[in-house]
């Protein structure tokens, strides 16, 4: 199928969409892309901004700490070796000259010793030693500010940077902090705690102090709107839009009308009126269709009764056909019957008779086949089986009177050709039975063994398929063979049984 034809076969308003597509969306998709291309951007901008502002609060915290080591550091060296009697004062006095610095301190000798302490500086551990030039930095296990040894010639300083001073110094920075913490390896310090959660802000870590600390930093999310977004893809909102003022349309004033007409048409059935809707819609094209569907209906009506009295009188013919056949069939019978009783003969009487069961067996495939012909669903084979069982049964010479023929029948359908075939079969193996071994029961099944087969069996003592050289033998295989053949499938031989498939009706 090209694709004009896949275009053809689509709907009204599929057809006007896709038209639409094709001259707006590519136009929309540019604008489109350019747009995003152009919020991509601006994002990347605004999340740079966040980084350096992050970048800043964490350089102004770690400036803040250096401040404090440094001066500390100029202090207590001073203080150490002087020969001041009291080495903190001396170290406060040096302080209280460098602005924002803590003066609450202690000074420990070389070996942790603890020498003074100044303030309400409660004095830390002395581990970790730290060697004169050396700096240590980590989080008072309080949480509550941040400790700093500075080593010195003749000892080292300890100090603590409160966590208001730590807020400060990130807040000066400028940037719009939301979130400030600090850790080192075992605590954590919160100089800004968030407010709930960190949803909705970027956070950023960078190491401070030689890589001791590290500071995490949060600043909300700063990205293009919502409605910045919208108004980028406001083609692409055009499109959506023009599209489905266009479905609505189509549907309202040609599908809609389209689908009650085709409702009305597809619920008309032959012999009743068909009942079309008044009103279809203000097109005029729609109403004058509606119209010519009556017309057509109308004529439709006149030659479906034309021919169905012609094919009254043909089914006449075909059942006065099939009747006559029927009789002429069963006056051949009778004849030969008569013909039978009067042959001088046991093997003349015997051939009529043979000859006279064949008939019998096709008349009741007429008889049977004009049963069904009102129902068109083809020959019964359970009635004609047993029908002609019954036959064989009546007609069985003197030596087979009392024939027993037990039957194991399901409800199968199937054609007249078929039927033929099955009958002549039937009567074929019958006969040979009877004739041969008249007092042994006859078994005969037929089954359905799926949607389109059946499976016909009989099965008798005298059934034996490996002593072919028996004065006719021969013949009756190379019959019952012939006869499995009409039906296309072979003649299972085995012992004392004989089966053959057949094609069958599925069920209904």
């Not at 850790?183 to 001791?212: K, Y």
């Not at 029961?441 to 028996?470: C, H, K, N």
Request: aromatic share 4%.
């Amino acid at each position: 199928m090209t694709a004009a034809e896949r275009f053809g076969r689509l709907p009204t308003a599929a057809k006007l969409l896709l038209i639409l597509t094709a001259v707006l969306l590519p136009i929309g998709i540019a604008l489109a892309w350019l747009g995003e291309t152009g919020i991509r951007h601006a994002d990347s901008t605004l999340a740079g901004r966040n980084q350096d502002q992050s970048r800043g609060a964490a350089k102004a915290i770690e400036s803040l700490i250096a401040r404090n080591a440094l001066a500390l550091r100029i202090a207590a060296a001073g203080a150490l070796q002087s020969s001041a009697g009291n080495p903190c004062q001396v170290t406060a006095n040096a302080l209280a000259t460098a602005p924002a610095i803590s003066r609450s301190f202690a000074l420990r000798s070389p070996t942790g010793n603890l020498l003074c302490t100044f303030g309400d500086f409660a004095p830390k551990d002395s581990a970790p030693l730290v060697a004169p030039g050396a700096i240590r930095t980590w989080i008072d296990p309080s949480g509550r500010d941040l400790d700093l040894r500075v080593g010195v010639i003749g000892g080292m300083a300890t100090s603590s940077v409160p966590a208001a001073e730590l807020r400060s110094a990130a807040n000066d920075s400028g940037a719009a902090i939301r979130f400030v913490e600090i850790r080192d390896r075992d605590n954590v310090l919160p100089v800004i705690p968030a407010d709930q959660s960190l949803d909705g802000l970027t956070v950023s870590e960078w190491p401070i102090s030689n890589g001791n600390l590290i500071a995490r930093v949060g600043i909300a999310q700063q990205r293009t709107s919502t409605g910045d977004r919208l108004l980028l893809l406001l083609p692409l909102l055009m499109w959506i839009l023009a599209a489905i003022v266009t479905w609505l349309l189509v549907t309202r004033l040609l599908i809609r009308p389209l689908r009650r007409l085709q409702r009305a048409v597809l619920d008309y059935r032959p012999g009743s009126q068909l009942d079309l809707p008044d009103k279809v819609g203000p097109s005029g094209e729609i109403q004058e269709l509606r119209d010519a569907f009556g017309r057509a209906v109308d004529r439709v009506e006149e030659s479906e009764r034309e021919t169905g009295a012609a094919l009254e009188g043909q089914r006449r013919l075909v059942r006065e056909v099939h009747h006559r056949v029927k009789n002429n069939l069963q006056v051949v019978a009778s004849l030969l019957n008569i013909h039978g009783r009067s042959a001088g003969t046991p093997d003349a009487r015997d051939a009529y008779a043979g000859i006279s069961r064949r008939v019998g067996a096709l008349s009741i495939v007429h008889r049977n086949h004009f049963a069904e012909m009102e129902e068109n669903r083809g020959i019964a084979l359970r009635p004609l089986v047993n029908e002609l069982a019954a036959e064989l049964r009546a007609s069985a010479p003197e030596a087979a009177r009392g024939l027993r023929i037990d039957l194991e029948l399901d409800s199968l359908n199937t054609t007249q050709d078929v039927a033929v075939a099955v009958a002549f079969l039937v009567t074929e193996i019958i006969e040979f039975a009877m004739l041969n071994a008249p007092t042994d029961p006859i078994e005969l099944s037929l089954r359905r063994t799926s949607e389109l087969t059946g499976r016909l069996t009989l099965g008798s003592p005298v059934l034996r398929p490996d002593e072919e050289d028996e004065p006719g033998k021969l013949q009756f295989e190379r019959i019952v063979g012939g006869l499995a053949k009409q039906l296309r499938s072979p003649l299972d031989r085995k012992l004392g049984r004989y089966s053959v498939d057949l094609p069958v009706f599925p069920l209904a």
